[in-house]
């Protein structure tokens, strides 16, 4: 890869001004359309736009890679910095590939997503036919932050011993998911919940799919508000993992947003379609640790003993190896049913 950026801001703001109107679009017609009503999600329905997204992602790979191939081999700017036509059409490969890597990483991180909606809807005991409402709600929250984490881990990147200390965060992170003990999440400690509850009444019902309510002239926050700021928060949380690791695969920007936004638009309907059989990954998150070791290392050492980059390809395979192997462990060797303790009769 040449040291110069391959689609700066500068020359492509139409293609984020349109991505962006893509993705807006879709929004709408998901919720205005497809979603009107409130109404439980079902595995079918699941299914069917799961596929729908890992397609639309798919699609806009092989469309970003033929235009990639036709644009970056008479791209005057590159000519000028001494790229060949032949050169040009390995970028664009290489592009394509780097899209479909950061797709891959950033859609089985996001799976962690699952569990904290899992419990969350527990905890404010949301019922399914309001779920899809939250979600949506909340991955559009969540898009407007991954837009600014992108965008200042892009500054940051600029800097070299940012490189150092995103692939260090990326392998301490990757050895805690390996070692360190688990422990529940409790949703009634989140620092931002209390402040709120502090500054904002919330009422102890549901108002059916509305976040806020009026009483007797009081304005409430409703549990569907609460549940909503709180995936919120922990997606937040999330994006500082997530953000350098597909900054592990691509420096280039329009990437990272690019395969960011499409693995957390298909995240709503893949917890609809995993949310029943998740407890079944048991040793998912093995994989995922090892996934966030690896290109941790990518980026403080494996890049450099490859002369710079090492292959996406070989990325591509190693992760996919690792995702694949754990989720085919998962299924050969189930978890153990935890049996509830016997019951001591009273002395």
Request: hydrophobic share 55%; glycine share 6%; proline share 6%.
């Amino acid at each position: 890869m040449p040291s110069l950026t391959l689609f700066p801001f500068s020359d492509y703001w139409w293609f984020y001004a349109l991505f962006t109107l893509l993705v807006l679009g879709l929004l709408a017609l998901d919720l205005g359309i497809f979603h009107r009503r409130a109404q439980a999600v079902t595995t079918r329905q699941a299914a069917l736009w799961t596929t729908v997204w890992v397609s639309l992602a798919l699609l806009f790979c092989f469309a970003f890679w033929q235009y990639a191939e036709w644009k970056l081999p008479q791209d005057a700017r590159l000519i000028a910095a001494g790229v060949t036509p032949e050169m040009g059409h390995a970028f664009a490969r290489q592009s394509a590939l780097e899209f479909l890597t950061g797709y891959v990483v950033e859609a089985s991180l996001s799976i962690d997503n699952i569990f904290v909606f899992l419990v969350v809807f527990a905890f404010f005991a949301i019922p399914p036919a309001y779920q899809h409402r939250v979600l949506f709600f909340g991955i559009l929250g969540a898009l407007i932050f991954r837009v600014v984490f992108i965008s200042l881990g892009a500054f940051l990147m600029r800097f070299h011993w940012v490189i150092w200390v995103f692939g260090g965060f990326l392998i301490v992170t990757g050895l805690k998911i390996l070692f360190a003990p688990e422990k529940p999440l409790d949703p009634e400690k989140n620092p931002v919940l209390r402040l709120l509850r502090r500054y904002l009444r919330v009422t102890p019902k549901l108002h059916g799919q509305e976040f806020f309510v009026v009483e007797n002239g009081v304005r409430y926050g409703t549990p569907l508000l609460v549940a909503l700021i709180a995936i919120e928060c922990s997606d937040i949380v999330f994006a500082v993992d997530s953000v350098p690791a597909i900054f592990a695969i691509t420096r280039e920007p329009l990437i990272v947003f690019t395969s960011n936004i499409f693995a957390i638009l298909g995240l709503r309907a893949l917890f609809f379609l995993l949310a029943g059989i998740m407890e079944k990954f048991h040793f998912l998150k093995y994989g995922l640790g090892l996934v966030l070791i690896f290109v941790g290392l990518k980026m403080v050492w494996l890049d450099h003993a490859f002369g710079g980059k090492f292959p996406i390809t070989w990325s591509l395979g190693i992760i996919g190896v690792l995702l694949g192997a754990s989720i085919a462990l998962s299924l050969l060797r189930p978890a153990r049913p935890v049996l509830p303790e016997p019951s001591r009769a009273p002395r």
